[in-house]
């Protein structure tokens, strides 16, 4: 039996709402910086949008990457060089890579997460992210502002906690996943 | 950023290519799920980048300057980390703000934690994270490394 078409539309919306509820309460919000002061809200749009278009290149080439990794990197390739069986080195490539990658770092989200579907650690995932805020190629500026003492300091700290921070995260994960998992 | 962007571009689209090569229908089923999840998180990062635009506008450098600046001791500290992870952009409008705050007379672990916290903690950016990796994930992650941007804070305070 088919439902009727009210219902049919309601569902639909429910399923619009529940996958698009960010793109649509930032619509809302826009609606009401448009209600409040409509220059500074073409502003903020100007500003999106240049911000997007910024990173527009990189993003297509991150998803390529994706791509490729899933089709022809095996799953055994990924978990024997940042799985738990690689061991501590895993770590330390992943602040490497942290460290030296740059732009903003929910550009890689969908990356790591491929890698991590393919049997990479927590940890590693969790590194890459933390040692991310070091930006390398932006020291230079960063004395500018800040001075030697304060911005090798920082830095220096940054990298040094990324691994006990990814190691945290995987516990804490590890030990919320183990609670609830009463599957056969 | 367009040269390195490019640079990137065009290693993978040379992999592809060499892929191709080798395996026609590995290739095209790599593309497929490249343009899959393409489409799938595109309207997402089309809504944290306008909430970028939304934030920067509407809650300005001296607004953040005039919180952070009256906080003292513990509170700026906390003050700083929180404002850091609220806070969204490039670390290069970080930089200027946190040189100004210190120059201002602010205690320097709240101003480092507020850095450390602004390039490493993302509320804005957490519903992205939280529909890529998971919520418990994203909540998880971005809890320790706000305890973590509190720490180096205090100690580069110190330290500096």
């Known amino acids: 039996m088919t439902k009727p078409a009210p219902a049919r539309a309601a569902g639909a919306f429910r399923t619009l709402v529940r996958s698009q509820w960010l793109l649509l309460a930032t619509a809302g919000l826009y609606g009401w910086a448009f209600a409040v002061s409509p220059e500074r809200a073409l502003q903020a749009l100007g500003i999106g949008g240049r911000a997007f278009a910024s ?6 080439a991150v998803f390529g990457l994706v791509g490729l990794l899933q089709v022809w990197i095996s799953r055994e390739l990924v978990a024997r060089l940042l799985g738990r069986e690689a061991g501590f080195k895993a770590l330390l490539v992943a602040a490497a890579c942290g460290t030296i990658l740059i732009g903003p770092a929910y550009i890689i989200f969908p990356l790591l997460m491929s890698i991590r579907r393919q049997g990479a650690r927590w940890a590693v995932i969790t590194t890459v992210l933390s040692a991310y805020a070091v930006k390398l190629q932006m020291i230079p500026l960063e004395v500018q502002f800040l001075g030697w003492g304060f911005s090798l300091g920082r830095s220096l700290l940054t990298v040094a906690a990324a691994i006990p921070v990814g190691l945290a995260v995987e516990w804490l994960m590890e030990r919320s996943a183990r609670r609830p998992s009463r599957r056969p | 950023m367009i040269a390195v962007s490019l640079t990137y571009l065009i290693l993978i689209g040379g ?25 799938k998180l595109v309207p997402l990062l089309v809504a944290i980048f306008a909430l970028i635009g939304l934030f920067q506008v509407f809650v300005p450098a001296p607004l953040i300057e005039r919180q952070l600046g009256a906080a003292s001791g513990w509170a700026a500290l906390l003050t700083g ?14 930089f200027p703000l946190a040189g100004s705050l210190l120059d201002s007379g602010a205690w320097p672990p709240a101003v480092a ?16 994270e939280a529909e890529v990796f998971g919520a418990r994930y994203a909540l998880t992650r971005n809890a320790v490394s706000f305890l973590a941007a509190l720490l180096i804070g205090l100690l580069v305070g110190m330290l500096s």
């Open chain 1, 55 to 60: 990173v527009t290149l990189i993003v297509i």
């Open chain 2, 15 to 39: 992999a592809y290519l060499a892929c191709a090569r080798a395996d026609r229908g590995k290739t095209l089923q790599s593309l497929k799920i490249a343009g899959g999840s393409l489409v």
């Open chain 2, 81 to 94: 980390g929180l404002l850091g992870a609220v806070a969204i952009g490039p670390p290069l409008a970080a």
């Open chain 2, 113 to 128: 934690a507020f850095i450390v916290s602004w390039v490493s903690v993302g509320v804005v950016t957490l519903p992205f």
